[in-house]
């Protein structure tokens, strides 16, 4: 069985009024311990709903959410809160989660609140400062507010990591960022993914991000699960992705208009490293 499962989901907001609307439908999704998983879709589509259920924050109007073989709408008080530890949820712009006077009091509210001895609370933000890249000695005293944005962002994300998640689950991480920052916090969510060994699921509007990180795709279009696969078998979809209203990789539509010149590259490329290799090949020099 996997960690978690979404069996025949549906969530509806305001249910039985004028203004009802069907976010999700009869979702049918799981995932593994370890994986990182990509979520992608046009706005709208769902994609904030769905991670909201992966730790109970909503509840479905039809069917069922496990994880680790636990029926989260029996969950109350203490188990619910167990299992939010569990799955670390990280909103969109996740800045203004923080709320303590320094950046040791906010990343040490989630360990304390589990009950945790003082020694094994400061262990905990040690290491997670250290994961998201911000220096203790150098942090612990600032205030949150007096951050930079991706400061505040990794400080956010370290607050969930001290309190020892399974899985980690990023809704659109790098919202707001220039392409230094973005690439700065993605590459330490990389890191803790394959140091920590806990699964990832990446809520992102940027494929190339996706198609670079994640090792499965799931797409959502107007609260349906359309498609499912590894990277390479979504984004070689180009039609298909366009037709969502999403794009495909910067890559993959230089790789698609090589194939129109005739040139012979695979259409599966989806990642600058794999682009390079395949047109060093082309060239002869590898």
Do not use: W
């Amino acid at each position: 069985m996997a960690f978690i499962e979404l069996k025949n989901v549906s969530v509806i907001y305001k249910p039985g009024t004028p203004y009802e609307a069907v976010a999700l439908e009869d979702i049918n999704l799981s995932i593994d311990k370890g994986e990182f998983l990509g979520i992608i879709g046009p706005t709208g589509s769902g994609k904030s709903t769905l991670v909201q259920l992966l730790n109970g924050l909503i509840k479905p109007h039809k069917g069922k959410v496990f994880v680790d073989g636990i029926d989260l709408s029996g969950l109350k008080g203490y188990r619910l809160r167990e299992m939010r530890r569990r799955i670390g949820l990280v909103f969109q712009y996740p800045e203004n989660q923080l709320f303590a006077e320094t950046v040791v009091e906010d990343i040490a509210f989630g360990p304390r609140n589990l009950g945790l001895d003082e020694d094994e609370v400061q262990r905990r933000v040690i290491e997670a400062m250290e994961f998201v890249g911000l220096d203790y000695e150098s942090f612990k005293d600032r205030s949150p507010f007096s951050l930079s944005g991706g400061e505040m962002r990794r400080t956010a994300i370290a607050g969930i990591l001290a309190m020892g998640p399974e899985v980690l689950v990023l809704d659109e991480p790098s919202a707001g960022m220039d392409p230094r920052g973005r690439g700065e916090i993605l590459n330490r969510i990389a890191r803790i993914h394959e140091e920590l060994k806990i699964a990832v699921v990446l809520v992102s509007h940027n494929m190339e991000d996706i198609a670079r990180f994640a090792r499965r795709v799931v797409v959502l279009n107007e609260g349906r699960l359309v498609l499912e696969g590894t990277p390479r078998e979504i984004f070689s979809q180009g039609d298909k992705i366009r037709s969502l209203g999403l794009e495909v990789p910067p890559i993959t539509e230089l790789v698609i208009r090589l194939r129109k010149r005739g040139i012979n590259i695979s259409p599966e490329i989806c990642t600058v490293d794999e682009a390079r290799e395949e047109i060093l090949k082309l060239l002869g020099r590898r």
